[in-house]
């Protein structure tokens, strides 16, 4: 996903594991636990690519029900 700062498009970038129809972010790991930084990154990807919905799947999880962690960008922009 390229970054478009104030009409300037950055030659860096972010690596979404999944976008469906642009709409749906799917960010997938396999660590310990869940932190913070991780809601972070799935927050930040809804922000830049204006998608409403994501999920953050850890398969580190001995059921993966327990892995999963939907995630709502509420954010209204001005």
Do not use: W
Not at 65 to 77: H, P, T, Y
């Amino acid at each position: 996903m390229p970054l478009v700062y104030e009409e300037v498009k950055l030659e860096i970038g972010y690596r979404l594991d999944i976008i469906i129809e642009n709409k749906f972010i799917v960010e997938i790991k396999a660590v310990e636990a869940l932190n913070d930084v991780h809601l972070a990154q799935v927050l930040t990807y809804l922000k830049l690519s204006k998608c409403k919905l994501g999920m953050l799947i850890n398969f580190n999880v001995s059921l993966i029900k327990n892995g999963i962690k939907r995630v709502v960008n509420g954010l209204k922009e001005n």
